[in-house]
């Protein structure tokens, strides 16, 4: 297997995550009234961004996620999907970075949305 090493790499891994993430009984609720084919792009320039140090993305992520009513199962479930997506399509420095920082995305906003309960 070969580690992520360009935007082709990250559209590969967003594609085949959300491809999961969509048919998953879990998580997939909170996909059905977004645009997801406006969204998909939105999500490769991010993964660019935090794997590749693509620059121009200046989303607040935390933010985009506070109104949802997201609980420590659809955390567990999403880490899990993504890490399972990552180990199955690649292997390298960059494959275990990307599984870092989803685990740190993961943490900051669990813990933002936790404050407010």
Known sequence: MVDIKDRK??????????????????????????DFQAHLPKMVHFWSFVL???AGY????????MHMPLKKEHFDQWIFLF?????????GEKAELAKQRAFLI????????????
């Open 9 to 34: 790499d990250v559209e590969r891994l967003v594609n085949t995550f959300y491809d999961k993430v969509l048919k998953d009984d879990l998580l997939s609720s909170f996909f059905q009234r977004l």
């Open 52 to 54: 590749l140090d693509e």
């Open 58 to 65: 200046t989303t607040d992520v935390t933010q985009k996620h």
């Open 83 to 91: 890490n399972e997506t990552v180990d199955e399509l690649f292997s």
């Open 106 to 117: 993961r943490w900051t906003i669990e813990s933002k949305i936790g404050e407010r309960h």
